[in-house]
Each structure stands twice: as structure tokens, then as C-alpha cells.
């Protein structure tokens, strides 16, 4: 059965970091650009950062400001999220996707239905 699984979420203080994981199974990533969203109680899914399927271009949502750096290992299946000075703001369920020959306009509304998602990982940040 082919799917995305998130990792790394959890409770930070602000300014703190986080690393969240996107491992991918029963399927290969290499083919797929791949995009992190966030969706908070009440707001609308965000687009937060994608990359395209060779590791070559990437981008970001303007709320991240230098914050965020995405970043994948096809030989491992594996893409991930490195998260820094996180603020209240950043609290949101964060999920992983693909998109099968895409590219990093996935992460621009409208979305792209997805070839896969996975189901998410909490973000908290709180004092």
C-alpha cells in the first residue's frame, strides 16, 4: 500500500526548532515533487515549501522568511522539513504530499490534487 508518513512533530517553546520527516512506502519519491502544507484549526491549507523531484529547485511560502529549509534523499525515501525560530503563529497540522512529475508550483494555490498525502503531524508552539 503506497504512503506518505510524517514524523518529528510535537511541542516547542518559540524559537525553537523542529525537523519534521516525510518517508515514503510502497512507492519511490524520485518521480514526485513533493510539498509540506499546514492547515490550522479554522484557516485555510497553506502551501509552506515544495521541492521538485531532482532536489534542484525549491520554494517557499512568504510567511517562512528564511525560517524553513526543505530538503529530500530519494535513495532514502525521504523528505524533510528543518524548522527554526518557530513563533504561535506556526502551530498547525503539517502534511506531506505528492505530485508525480510536478513541480514547486504545487505548493501555489490552486492545489494540485495530490498522487499522495499523508495524514500529518502536530506542530505546537507554546510557552
Known amino acids: 500500500q503506497p504512503q506518505l508518513v510524517e514524523s518529528g512533530g510535537g511541542l516547542v517553546q518559540p524559537g525553537g526548532s523542529l525537523t519534521l520527516s516525510c518517508a515514503a512506502s510502497g512507492f519511490t519519491l524520485e518521480n514526485y515533487a513533493i510539498g509540506w502544507f499546514r492547515q490550522a484549526p479554522g484557516k485555510e491549507r497553506e502551501g509552506v515549501s515544495c521541492i521538485s523531484s531532482s532536489g534542484l529547485s525549491s520554494n517557499y511560502a512568504g510567511f517562512v522568511k528564511g525560517r524553513f529549509a526543505i530538503s529530500r534523499d530519494n535513495a532514502k525515501n525521504m523528505v524533510y522539513l528543518r524548522m527554526s525560530s518557530l513563533t504561535p503563529e506556526d502551530t498547525a497540522i503539517y502534511f506531506c504530499?505528492?505530485?508525480?512529475?510536478?513541480?514547486?508550483?504545487?505548493?501555489?494555490?490552486?492545489?494540485?490534487?495530490?498522487?499522495?498525502r499523508g495524514q500529518g503531524t502536530q506542530v505546537t508552539v507554546s510557552s
Open positions: 504530499a505528492a505530485e508525480a512529475f510536478g513541480t514547486t508550483a504545487m505548493c501555489v494555490p490552486p492545489y494540485p490534487e495530490y498522487d499522495y
